[in-house]
């Protein structure tokens, strides 16, 4: 096939899903929706959380841990989403570094809450992660160290989300670094499971997990196979 025919056959990408850098739109266009859906989701969560005789902020550990690892998916979909539609996928979009700022924010309010869950002091946290000068290896503790290392991952990428650190570090340095989303992800999947999220598949938590982990591969395998194709058309017309 000539790449005259190859071109002619070749469909005009049109932009990324979002807007792009005007600030007034993210923030009336994605931030705004995001704000509202993620509160929305979390009463929801909340009203459906299993009450133990009153309210306790450790309560709100699993809704809000629910609502990060929603949005974390979603920053996963937003790439196989643009091929998908035929959209232009370039290494940066807006839309996903907003909902990734949405994903931080609820990650960090999920492990303030959650060490709400014991007392003893302003140091009482250290009891998640050793016991008598040992590091915690069962079920409880493998569950902190995976959340802890999701956590530092998550606020990493918070920091380099901004368009002064993609002109610092390149494009291609800094895509190598969002790409620890994956790890993020399977670090929160694995920090869920620890904490017994399948014990109870009835729990409309363990249903927002499995279907959660279940979109996000599938999203992920079409959206390589998406985008070996484009690849394999563009290499065709070139």
Known sequence: MSAKTASSRAEPLRGALGTRRDIRRRLLLHHLPLA????????????????????????LAS??????????????????????????????????????????????????????????????????FFVDGRPLIDSFGLGNWTGLAATVIVVALLVISTDRSLRELKAKRWKDLQRLNYTLFALVVAHAVFYGALTQMVSPFALILVVTVIVVLLGQAVGIWLWRRRRARTADVT
Not at 42 to 48: E, H, K
Request: hydrophobic fraction near 50%; glycine fraction near 14%.
């Open 36 to 59: 509202i859906g993620t509160s929305a989701g979390l009463a929801v969560l909340i009203a459906i959380s299993p009450s133990r005789g009153g309210f306790a902020l450790s309560q």
């Open 63 to 128: 809704p809000t841990g629910d609502v990060a690892l929603v949005l974390l998916a979603i920053t996963l979909l937003v790439g196989p989403a643009n091929l998908l539609l035929r959209r232009r996928n370039p290494i940066n979009t807006y839309l996903r570094r907003d909902v990734g700022t949405w994903t931080a924010i609820y990650s960090v309010v999920h492990v303030i809450v959650g060490f709400q869950g014991h007392g003893g002091g302003p140091f009482a946290f250290v009891d998640y």
